[in-house]
């Protein structure tokens, strides 16, 4: 089992930044892709960023290209991400999520490729 924590939302004004944290504690991290995701009120969960078990591999859905990067700190059990330029479009709460039998080197961004999810943290961005 895989608990995933995540921290670090909060309220930010446009074109400010904030890093969040995706903490897991149970399983070590090293060996999972790992993934972030977004809902925003009133619309379906959205592809963020993800990054391989080795943090070779990134990927980012086109809306945060650019302004956002992922992360890993693999000695921490930590996987972080970085966003910058925040826009009001960017307002949910950001998932963490942990895919626990990945391939070598997919990278997956849908979120049935994804077992465990954190229980979000809400980013609000401010016009």
């Known amino acids: 089992q895989v608990q995933l924590v995540e921290s670090g939302g909060g309220l930010v004004q446009t074109g400010g930044s904030l890093r969040l944290s995706c903490a897991a504690s149970?399983?070590?991290?090293?060996?999972?892709?790992m993934a972030w995701f977004r809902r925003a009120p009133g619309k379906e969960r959205e592809f963020v960023s993800a990054?391989?078990?080795?943090?070779?591999?990134?990927i980012y859905g086109d809306s945060v290209k650019g302004r956002f990067t992922i992360s890993r700190d693999n000695a921490k059990n930590t996987v972080f991400l970085q966003m910058n330029s925040l826009k009001p479009e960017d307002t949910a709460v950001y998932y963490c999520?942990?895919?626990?039998?990945?391939?070598?080197?997919?990278?997956?961004?849908?979120?049935?490729?994804?077992?465990?999810w954190g229980q979000g943290t809400q980013v609000t961005v401010s016009s």
């Open positions: 990054i391989k078990w080795s943090g070779g591999n990134t």
């Open positions: 999520a942990a895919d626990t039998r990945p391939s070598w080197e997919y990278v997956p961004f849908r979120e049935n490729e994804y077992d465990y």
């Open positions: 149970g399983r070590t991290l090293s060996s999972y892709d």
